[in-house]
């Protein structure tokens, strides 16, 4: 196993694996393309891309900026 270097991989506490059904051993990795949940024990894997992304973005023009001219 190498570690790549654009992904980010963060283990979820308390989590067991489905397939093995190991504690501790799941982790999601974060790349640009989505999440995916695998575990470190066995070959699981599974695509978390159903997850809903939280809605942050604001509406743009929605509103102006107050400019205060002297
Ligand atoms: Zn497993």
Redesign the pocket.
């Known amino acids: 196993m190498s570690p790549v270097g654009s992904q980010r991989k963060r283990f979820i506490a308390g989590a067991v ?1 489905p ?4 504690e501790d ?2 982790y999601v990795l974060v790349a640009a393309s989505g999440q995916s949940r695998h ?4 070959a ?1 894997s599974e695509s978390l891309a159903d997850l809903p992304e939280p809605d942050s973005a604001e509406p743009v023009g929605a509103w102006e900026p107050v400019k205060l001219l002297e």
Not at 19 to 22: A, E, M
């Open positions: 694996c397939q093995c059904g190991v051993r799941t575990c470190s024990d066995c699981f």
